[in-house]
């Protein structure tokens, strides 16, 4: 019995001891997730160096080594948390589009950065990784829900197609952006949702 009691002890302090640890891990990356928007908007991300971001975050360097290989590792993680949120929400899919509405929230809180993503004067490494991200996840999902498609040789082929797709949502997001957020992310979350259904019904429909 005794065995027992300390065994389900032991059980609960262990719990508890991992919750603090993933607390204290998620704390940390925000944190330099943060400081890599933050100094990606104040000196451009090709500038921005790994001491740059940590003295920014107050987190020692070692730190930073522990959770990442460096600053383009922070960024690409970044970016998955972001399409990870999108296809929760069921936007690069079927569903309801809470996932699109929570990154436009991530947007309205950080426009700076995303116009260094995606604006006139964006930086190209960034741009690009996000078109890159965005293109890659629509096509992950369209083979995973239509593997029996195949491209017809008369017609443009399946990754151009949903590459317009995804370059097309992009630059709505940057139009967004560039026009000073004016409508709530609820309301533009809306609009591109259907924006994006038009052009992926359009590129579905069968030739006539």
């Known amino acids: 019995m005794e065995r027992v009691a300390y065994a389900t002890w032991e059980k609960k302090v262990m719990q508890k001891f991992d919750g603090a640890t993933d607390l204290r891990v998620r704390r940390t990356r925000k944190l330099l997730q943060q400081a890599l928007i933050e100094g990606a908007i104040e000196k451009g991300f090709a500038a921005l160096t790994v001491r740059d971001i940590t003295e920014r975050a107050m987190v020692n360097r070692s730190t930073f080594y522990h959770h990442y290989l460096d600053k383009y590792d922070l960024l690409e993680q970044h970016l998955n948390e972001i399409y990870e949120m999108l296809e929760e929400g069921g936007v690069i899919g079927k569903g309801r ?12 809180r950080f426009p700076d950065f995303y116009r260094v993503m995606l604006g006139p004067q964006a930086d190209a490494f960034l741009s690009q990784r996000f078109r890159q991200q965005t293109q890659q996840r629509y096509l992950a999902y369209f083979h995973q829900t239509f593997p029996e498609a195949t491209s017809d040789p008369d017609r443009p082929p399946l990754d151009l197609k949903f590459t317009t797709v995804a370059s097309a949502a992009c630059s709505a997001l940057a139009w967004w952006l560039e026009q000073e957020l004016p409508s709530p992310p609820e309301q533009f979350g809306h609009w591109l949702q259907q924006l994006i259904s038009d052009i992926s019904a359009s590129i579905l429909k069968p030739q006539q």
Do not use: P
Request: no cysteine; aromatic share 0%; charged share 15%.
């Open 97 to 108: 589009n809470a996932g699109l509405v929570e990154l436009l929230k991530q947007i309205q």
